[in-house]
């Protein structure tokens, strides 16, 4: 025989309302009970056709929806990969020129602009391109490199190391004294698992290869302004 709970207003009104019909989740949005407690204090309610019909056309609708959803996610995710075949058709190749305008770009966007010639990014792709970039266009090899690491207290320094190592040929002896930034400081640590690496060149002449990347920048800046769309095919 199930005890009457200590909320007997709840309890008749949980009653009431799954007699009537109503799914557990419409009765706890009513009340602030368990599920685990509704379904013990209404195990034995009894359903009339009308109250079992209009649960059972709930269900239909919610599992109908949870399918008309599921097929709209499968129609999209069918266009983007359409898109995404489509588009890779448009690059057939890239030239070392264009080569070299993409490295421009890139470091454009995430390079040193004082201080030395370097690139800091969390995007292995990213570093990993930079790196060949170094050395397709300057002949700058991955041993003449050296690396930082910007990581979260608590992660494997030399494992995360030991990754961008691995990714980019840098030797582990090139690696200088990483960056630990202090548990407490409200920043997620499994966001960036790898940290975020700063990749240098090292030796003489690096403010000489600076300048003489953002001389390529401005000059594809001024340039661009000259561009004219394709003609129509």
Known sequence: MVRYPRKRLEYEKARLLRAKGFSYNEILKELRVSKSILSLWCRDVVLSKSASARIEKRRASFYGQKLGALANKIKREKEIFLIKVAAGKEIKKVSWKSFRLI?????????????????????????????????????????????????????????????????????????????????????????????????????????????RIFSWIEKINSLSENITKPPIA
Not at 157 to 172: E, N
Not at 181 to 186: A, D
């Open 103 to 211: 490295g421009a770009m890139l470091y454009w966007a995430e390079g040193s602009k004082s201080n030395g010639t370097a690139i800091t990014n969390s995007d292995p792709r990213v570093i990993r391109l930079m790196v060949g970039w170094f050395d397709k266009v300057f002949g700058i090899k991955p041993n003449q490199l050296g690396a930082h690491l910007h990581i979260h207290y608590g992660n494997d320094d030399f494992k995360i190391k030991r990754y961008w190592s691995t990714l980019t040929g840098i030797p582990l002896c090139n690696f200088g004294k990483s960056f630990i930034k202090p548990r407490g400081t409200g920043h997620r640590t499994n966001i960036l698992p790898n940290g975020i690496i700063k990749v240098r060149v090292r030796g003489s002449g690096v403010e000489n290869l600076r300048h």
